[in-house]
């Protein structure tokens, strides 16, 4: 029996394959919010001071405020001022304004 | 009966109690409130730093004297000469010389120098003009019997540093003379204490 020749011959039938889309997400950065500390100047003067972390911070007089690095604030907290002449002792520099 | 010569009535008599040594000598900005402002009997006076405006000890202080200045007008009457003397109190002035040096920021009040800079391992002052709009409250308290806590204060509310200062840089040790704290009379304070308060704490003298 001949063979019908207007059947349609499927034999390389293929489908279209997409290709794979991979989006580009953003780098994903844990930045940790940098915590700060607030410090009051009690030097009546202009200080500047640099903390262990190298920051240095400028106080304009005594009462201002600065935000210090948690990392600093122990260093300045432990700074003193003064001596012993007289019945006087050596007074702290800075206090934690909160 | 023994004859003395006192008056008859009531007397009162000074107490065998000799003071010595000079009273330590504390200075703040007179926008401060004094510590008691006032007590319960009205009188201001002590001392209470805070932030803005912190309390500095004068250090060292050696030949500490304390002395008014009055106006004396004698009331003349060409008959029979002077017949009375009125009187005004001026100032109170309070001379010292002092030992201590440092720190700059507590010398420059004293020596009316400009605002300071400090930093680790420096401080700087500048020598300009004198803020002639700068007052302190000075506090002297002596303490004359630990013992017992008996003390006594001078409260001065309005005051400058005056005179010329001579700081001397002698081989026995630096020093600065001619110090001298004036205080004025005080608008705001009542009218019996518009200069000061002077206080005493004794409670065997003082049942």
């Known amino acids: 029996m001949a063979k019908?020749?207007?059947?349609?011959?499927?034999?390389?039938?293929?489908?279209?394959?997409e290709e794979p889309i991979y989006e580009e997400k953003p780098t994903i950065v844990n930045k940790t919010k940098a915590s700060y500390t607030l410090v009051r100047n009690l030097v009546d003067?202009?200080?500047?001071?640099?903390?262990?972390?190298?920051?240095?911070?400028?106080?304009?007089?005594?009462?201002?405020?600065?935000?210090?690095?948690?990392?600093?604030?122990?260093?300045?907290l432990a700074k003193r001022r003064g001596g012993n002449c007289c019945g006087g002792k050596p007074s702290p520099m800075f206090e934690k304004a909160q | 009966m023994l004859v003395t010569g006192t008056p008859i009535g009531t007397v009162t008599s000074q107490e065998e109690l000799y003071l010595e040594g000079a009273p330590y000598l504390f200075f703040q900005d007179a926008i401060a409130d004094p510590l008691y402002n006032p007590d319960?009997?009205?009188?201001?006076?002590g001392m209470s730093a805070t932030t803005l405006y912190p309390v500095y000890q004068v250090g060292c202080p050696e030949?500490?004297?304390?002395?008014?200045?009055?106006t004396m007008n004698d009331i003349q009457c060409d008959n029979i000469g002077v017949k009375d003397t009125v009187q005004r109190r001026n100032f109170i002035d309070l001379t010292l010389t002092i030992r201590s040096m440092f720190p700059l920021t507590t010398l420059r009040h004293m020596l009316n120098l400009s605002a300071p800079n400090t930093g680790t391992g420096y401080e700087t002052v500048g020598i300009g003009s004198i803020n002639n709009a700068k007052y302190y409250m000075v506090y002297a308290p002596k303490v004359y019997d630990d013992d017992a806590a008996d003390w006594i204060?001078?409260?001065?509310?309005?005051?400058?540093?005056?005179?010329?200062?001579?700081?001397?840089m002698a081989l026995d040790g630096w020093n600065v003379s001619g110090l001298k704290i004036r205080?004025?009379?005080?608008?705001?304070?009542?009218?019996?204490?518009?200069?000061?308060?002077?206080r005493r704490f004794d409670v065997d003298a003082l049942p």
């Open chain 1, 4 to 17: 019908r020749s207007n059947v349609p011959v499927y034999s390389d039938y293929t489908v279209d394959k």
């Open chain 1, 45 to 76: 003067a202009r200080v500047k001071a640099t903390g262990v972390s190298g920051r240095e911070y400028v106080w304009s007089g005594a009462a201002d405020v600065v935000e210090v690095a948690s990392e600093d604030v122990e260093g300045l």
């Open chain 2, 40 to 45: 319960s009997d009205g009188y201001y006076y």
């Open chain 2, 63 to 70: 030949g500490v004297t304390l002395t008014e200045g009055i």
């Open chain 2, 153 to 168: 204060l001078f409260h001065f509310h309005r005051c400058k540093f005056v005179d010329a200062w001579t700081i001397g």
């Open chain 2, 183 to 198: 205080a004025y009379a005080d608008d705001n304070k009542p009218a019996a204490q518009k200069f000061g308060v002077v």
